[in-house]
């Protein structure tokens, strides 16, 4: 049974950095999975003198969660780990409820991490979640397969953030045998054995191996390498894209437009059909709005799309504008889309603005108070980009914990 460990631990050494101040979180909920994960990511933390931060959600979705939560503060007391007890408060849907417990786990996980200084969080997912993927699929879910390695799907609150799932390819029941070989309780979630939920529909009829990668498929490397930022959107030799798969066209929709609801594979389908040759493109797709001509093809922001809140920031504080530009200053900011105050810059700027794709001028970060945009140098307020880290992360060209 040491060898659970040994290759844990083997993951750990590939991916993480042993010398980092920062620490490593652990995503914890007291299931044998994540309780093996835990007991390793500790001794692996200490042997290095990395700190470990236990993050613990409780959805509010059951009496006992509370409870849960304490068992694992416990946890972390007893593994000398920092502990962060999370909570998905509000009303919840009646409909969809899994995926929304999902999509607020990654979020609260992402905010925690990010607060702390993490840059990784380790989870607990296993060979049997990802044949529970496969049968689920099987039934017209479209359930991702877990990955070893990538991004947090969490956005914005997961910028800059990576999950590392070193268990891949070990099985529930190992993991299991595992921990009772060291006299480990865990707890059992009857959730998984409740058939009105999809997984554990998938998780008592599933047979068969698993197909899927274990990472990004390197052509998408390969495509992320040969974009280029574009005001905050993305720029690519059109010859790159003939025959692209759906994976890389949805990731650049996704991260020019500062959105994270993937398209449809229907939709997806059409624009890569559209993109062959090099007939003059102009669509709109997940909130993107896609240019091509016969050498590149553009993905902007949707000038179009609804929904730009304004962004308010205080001196000293750091935001994210539309999911596309984080903003930091020193002074206190009011950020909005720069459509409708272009005609009001100086000469210099509205040069440099028409130096620009068209479609990616309106969608800029405007300053009210400066009135400028943030393109170039304004006292003290820096704006980054996004686009094109996001797409570079998803694309599999992060390997490891960013220093």
């Given at each position: 049974m040491r060898g659970l460990a040994a290759a844990v631990q083997q993951d750990l050494d590939r991916r993480l950095r042993s010398a980092s101040p920062a620490p490593i979180a652990v995503a914890l909920s007291g299931g044998g999975d994540s309780l093996a994960l835990a007991l390793i990511a500790a001794d692996w933390a200490h042997a290095h003198g990395r700190r470990l931060l236990i993050l613990t959600v409780d959805h509010?979705?059951?009496?006992?969660?509370?409870?849960?939560?304490?068992?694992?503060?416990?946890?972390?007391?007893?593994?000398?780990?920092?502990?962060?007890?999370?909570a998905w408060e509000g009303e919840k849907p009646t409909t969809g409820l899994p995926a929304a417990a999902r999509a607020a786990r990654h979020r609260l996980i992402a905010d925690a991490a990010r607060e702390a200084g993490a840059k990784v969080v380790?989870?607990?997912?296993?060979?049997?979640?990802?044949?529970?993927?496969?049968?689920?699929?099987?039934?017209?879910?479209?359930?991702?397969?877990?990955?070893?390695?990538?991004?947090?799907?969490?956005?914005?609150?997961?910028?800059?953030v990576f999950l590392l799932r070193p268990m891949?390819?070990?099985?529930?029941?190992?993991?299991?045998?595992?921990?009772?070989?060291?006299?480990?309780?865990?707890i059992e979630d009857p959730a998984n054995e409740d058939h009105s939920f999809a997984r554990a529909r998938a998780r008592a009829r599933m047979s068969g191996g698993e197909t899927d990668d274990l990472a990004p498929p390197r052509d998408l490397a390969d495509l992320a390498r040969a974009t280029t930022d574009l005001a905050g959107g993305l720029a690519v030799p059109r010859?790159?894209?003939?025959?692209?798969?759906?994976?890389?066209?949805?990731?650049?929709c996704l991260c020019a437009a500062g959105t994270a609801r993937p398209?449809?594979?229907?939709?997806?389908?059409?624009?890569?059909?559209?993109?062959?040759?090099?007939?003059?493109?102009?669509?709109?797709?997940?909130?993107?709005?896609?240019?091509?001509?016969?050498?590149?093809?553009?993905?902007?922001?949707?000038?179009?799309?609804?929904?730009?809140?304004?962004?308010?920031?205080?001196?000293?504080?750091?935001?994210?504008?539309?999911?596309?530009?984080?903003?930091?200053?020193?002074?206190?900011v009011t950020i909005q889309p720069l459509t409708g105050h272009a005609a009001g810059l100086p000469a210099a700027q509205r040069a440099d603005l028409k130096r620009l794709p068209a479609g990616a001028r309106g969608t800029l970060p405007f300053i009210v108070s400066a009135g400028s945009p943030v393109i170039g140098a304004i006292p003290g307020v820096s704006s980054r980009p996004l686009?094109?880290?996001?797409?570079?992360?998803?694309?599999?060209?992060?390997?490891?914990?960013?220093?």
């Open positions: 509010r979705l059951r009496e006992e969660s509370a409870a849960w939560t304490q068992a694992c503060a416990a946890t972390a007391a007893r593994l000398r780990a920092d502990f962060r007890a999370l380790l989870m607990g997912h296993t060979a049997s979640d990802r044949l529970e993927a496969v049968a689920m699929r099987d039934t017209g879910s479209t359930t991702p397969s877990p990955r070893a390695w990538g991004p947090s799907p969490a956005w914005p609150e997961g910028r800059g891949l390819t070990q099985t529930r029941a190992d993991i299991r045998a595992w921990l009772a070989g060291r006299g480990e309780t865990w010859s790159a894209l003939q025959d692209a798969p759906g994976a890389f066209l949805a990731a650049a398209p449809r594979a229907d939709a997806l389908a059409r624009l890569a059909e559209a993109l062959r040759g090099d007939a003059p493109l102009v669509a709109t797709l997940a909130g993107s709005r896609i240019e091509a001509d016969d050498s590149q093809v553009r993905f902007l922001r949707d000038a179009g799309r609804r929904g730009v809140a304004p962004l308010t920031l205080a001196a000293g504080e750091t935001g994210v504008w539309d999911g596309r530009f984080e903003i930091n200053t020193d002074r206190d686009a094109l880290d996001r797409l570079r992360a998803a694309c599999g060209l992060v390997e490891g914990e960013p220093a």
